[in-house]
């Protein structure tokens, strides 16, 4: 079925074989899971949103026997080289989603950024597609809670590919230090082992005879490493108003903060670059020029002892790693001056801000711009943001909070840590643009090996990952028994 939107979009529904009993089989690859037709007189069935130990087994169960299925389908996402900038593959990676979603039974829309758009909301990305998309399935027709599960294809570049272990866009499986399997490749943590783990949640719940009483979401976005007030991938869906309050009832991001730990929100974030203005002169006379160089190394100097010690002391615990936990300025770029006996009339440097929940941007800025005032007048100097967010932070009391603190609870058995995360990800769109508070991150992998040399996933982080949204999925939405 054609289904026309302003930009251009394609709905597929798959196919499925029902027997006697009313229960169909979707084979894809290797496995079959089971589900439930309309004749199965589900109102017969006692409505559930705690899970047993018998049932938690059985998922347990479930997502050991696919984690083979759930493996190969994020060796052939790692497969697809989406490194951004600039963003290549895109269509192909987001059908392979979309493809292994319609095959599962959902319905598929894609969302393609107009060429018109592409220069505001994806300037690094020369012109190539921007493809989004979102699989949607009404295990109860359209009744209850929708439950979106959301990640990014899009990976950051490989800077040394000779120096991989093995090609990093193999995703080959090797034993590691402590001689467990893992697999080894690009994008394996960051984030599509999220993808494979969040789609297979629910295929363990089918396994295990558990029949939602919701809807279950899940989409595949573009640029989320590249940042921007506003993207192509997830701000975009906000944007057109694909992801919004009154279609979610809850949001799990499926990045990579630990299997232990609940994510509730990021650091906040400015990018900028301050241009110093001096006056140029011979380098054999410079008491007649203004060294626009010195200028910027001493404002550098300054702010890292005046802003600098200052940001030390505002400390978050709950950010991971701790080594991120206070607020921080770092100057990252400086550039200036043309030749040896020129004092140079201009000096640029960049650099990074990163802001504690608690912060705002308006005091970030009111910080630097005030040393800049006390150091130089007016006229001497330019500020300007290449990118900001506010630091994002929900609450403990969000229901989603509490059902995947259990699910981690009930899978790993262990208390869930609830962290902050680093960097700024896709969850300021969904709190900050969309306004739903009922946003999480929760996903496979540990955080200190994203964007690494040699970014690995250990199979059994990937099962941990998949059991822990399959229990958080069926509390969170309520669940028929099937075998019951």
Request: include cysteine; glycine fraction near 10%.
């Amino acid at each position: 079925m054609l289904r026309i939107h302003s930009f251009g979009s394609i709905k597929l529904r798959a196919g499925s074989l029902t027997g006697n009993s009313g229960v169909f089989v979707t084979a894809w690859q290797g496995f079959t899971t089971l589900s439930c037709a309309s004749n199965c007189q589900l109102g017969q069935i006692p409505a559930m949103t705690t899970l047993t130990t018998e049932q938690r087994a059985r998922i347990t169960a479930a997502t050991h026997k696919l984690l083979q299925p759930c493996t190969a389908f994020l060796q052939q996402l790692v497969r697809i080289d989406t490194t951004n900038p600039p963003g290549w593959n895109y269509p192909e990676c987001a059908h392979l989603i979309g493809d292994t979603l319609g095959r599962l039974g959902y319905d598929v829309d894609y969302y393609e950024v107009p060429q018109s758009q592409l220069h505001a909301l994806a300037p690094h990305g020369k012109g190539l597609p921007r493809v989004n998309v979102v699989g949607r399935h009404e295990f109860a027709g359209g009744e209850g809670k929708v439950l979106h599960f959301n990640g990014h294809y899009d990976v950051v570049p490989c800077s040394e590919p000779s120096a991989w272990a093995s090609p990093p866009f193999e995703a080959a499986i090797r034993n590691s230090v402590d001689g467990t399997e893992e697999i080894i490749g690009r994008g394996v943590s960051d984030m599509k082992g999220g993808i494979a783990a969040q789609v297979f949640a629910i295929e363990a719940l089918k396994l295990a005879g558990l029949r939602l009483r919701g809807t279950i979401e899940h989409s595949g976005v573009a640029d989320e490493e590249t940042t921007g007030i506003k993207n192509a991938g997830m701000g975009y869906l906000v944007d057109i108003g694909v992801l919004s309050p009154e279609k979610q009832s809850a949001i799990v991001i499926t990045e990579p903060l630990n299997t232990t730990n609940v994510c509730l929100g990021h650091r906040g974030a400015i990018w900028g670059r301050i241009t110093f203005k001096g006056v140029e002169t011979h380098g054999s006379t410079p008491q007649r020029g203004k060294n626009a160089l010195a200028m910027a190394a001493r404002y550098i100097v300054a702010a890292e002892q005046e802003i600098g010690e200052e940001l030390k002391k505002k400390v978050d615990v709950r950010v991971v790693p701790p080594e991120a936990q206070a607020a921080s300025l770092t100057f990252t770029v400086f550039n200036s001056g043309h030749a040896t006996n020129l004092v140079p009339a201009l000096a640029t440097v960049t650099f990074d801000r990163r802001l504690v929940p608690g912060e705002t941007l308006e005091s970030a800025r009111a910080e630097m711009k005030s040393l800049l005032r006390k150091m130089f007048k007016d006229d001497e100097w330019a500020y300007e943001e290449t990118y900001s967010t506010e630091p994002v932070w929900v609450g403990e009391d969000e229901e989603i909070v509490k059902v995947w603190k259990q699910a981690v609870h009930d899978a790993c058995g262990v208390t869930a840590g609830v962290v902050c995360s680093p960097g700024s990800d896709d969850q300021r769109f969904v709190v900050h643009d969309a306004k739903m508070n009922s946003c999480i991150v929760y996903g496979p992998g540990n955080i200190r090996n994203v964007h690494n040399l040699n970014e690995s996933l250990l199979l059994e982080d990937l099962r941990t990952g998949m059991e822990v949204m399959a229990l958080g999925a069926a509390m969170y939405l309520g669940f028929q028994d099937l075998k019951a």
